[in-house]
């Protein structure tokens, strides 16, 4: 029997199937621009969805943007799970080609309408979504499938986010509250079309604690880490409220509070450039903090830590012997 998600989903897939890159999910705190704001996404990443009938196998043809901090083109079945053997970075391909992207993806594991996500991290200098000539084109039986505009995609997103919001939003993570960064676990993480090569680490408050403070420092860049930041997220819709994306060879203060707590009484000071501060939406139901990680060392065939393809909980403690100088020095909670 197919879960209320599956029913959604297969029924997005099937009819936006004819035209590319049909929906966009493009967290935003403008009401203008946001749309699709679910599974905890970062405010600097966007992502083109297209997709397809049972059997299809498209090819992309394009290149991926050169400004970008990190890109990648999945597929994802009709429960928002990656398909094995559909992922491919930007590091993994730098120069214009056309990705025959479903090569190596047997015919049971396309027997239902799936997706292709374009997954975007948009550099901080580089504020502008990607535009309709920085976009693959998608091929299909030898036919080259028309290119929805970027109102039309978003149009779609905000249809979709209220349902998909109540129906992920459902299935709550391991919540420990007032603990340092753990991974939990996989089978109860509410998240949608995973990053195979995203970590996610995840803390909450109790409803006696209003404020996080987590004091540490980065060394030199390492370059299999493409992205490193926190996100402020209420697992009842996973809808992202602010994120914070931190720099390398720095030391940081991050402040964490409710909306109806002030960050300066947390100890944020404004004109200190270490400091940083994240608040949680109004309303929120329950307020996690997620740290985010991107490491492409897997998907360049190292798998330098090798989280990523642990799917139970793993506690704070590894994952602070596991991660080393990139996890937090200090977590407090008051």
């Not at 999945?74 to 990656?82: R, T």
């Not at 976009?135 to 349902?163: C, H, M, P, V, Y």
């Amino acid at each position: 029997m197919k879960t209320f998600l599956q029913v959604i989903l297969n029924s997005l897939y099937i009819y936006s199937s004819n035209i590319s890159w049909s929906v966009l999910s493009y967290p935003s705190t403008d009401p203008v621009k946001n749309s699709l704001n679910v599974a905890s996404p970062s405010l600097t990443s966007e992502y083109w969805i297209s997709t397809f009938k049972s059997n299809d196998r498209p090819i992309f043809c394009g290149s991926f943007p050169e400004w970008v901090e990190y890109s990648s083109l999945s597929a994802y079945d009709d429960n928002g799970i990656v398909i094995q053997n559909s992922s491919v970075n930007s590091y993994q391909i730098l120069n214009y080609s056309c990705i025959n992207l479903l090569e190596d993806v047997s015919d049971q594991s396309l027997s239902r309408p799936y997706a292709v996500i374009h997954r975007v991290y948009r550099s901080p200098i580089h504020p502008q979504s990607l535009q309709p000539s920085e976009k693959f084109s998608i091929s299909l039986n030898n036919k080259t499938q028309a290119l929805a505009t970027e109102e039309q995609a978003r149009n779609s997103g905000k249809q979709l986010e209220s349902e998909l919001q109540k129906t992920v939003g459902k299935d709550h993570s391991d919540i420990f509250s007032n603990t340092k960064l753990y991974k939990p676990s996989e089978r109860h993480l509410s998240g949608l079309f995973p990053n195979e090569d995203a970590l996610y680490l995840i803390t909450s408050p109790t409803r006696n604690k209003s404020c996080i403070r987590i004091q540490s420092c980065l060394g030199d860049e390492l370059p299999w880490i493409k992205y490193i930041g926190f996100i402020t997220t209420d697992m009842y819709t996973t809808a992202t409220s602010g994120t914070v994306e931190l720099k390398w060879r720095t030391c940081y203060t991050l402040f964490v509070t409710r909306p109806t707590y002030s960050t300066l009484s947390c100890g944020y000071d404004s004109k200190n450039k270490t400091h940083y501060s994240l608040l949680w939406d109004v309303g929120v139901i329950f307020p996690t903090l997620v740290m985010r990680i991107i490491d492409i060392s897997c998907s360049m065939g190292e798998c330098r830590y090798g989280i990523n393809n642990i799917t139970h909980m793993i506690s704070s403690s590894r994952c602070q012997n596991i991660l080393g100088s990139l996890y937090p020095n200090k977590i407090t909670f008051s």
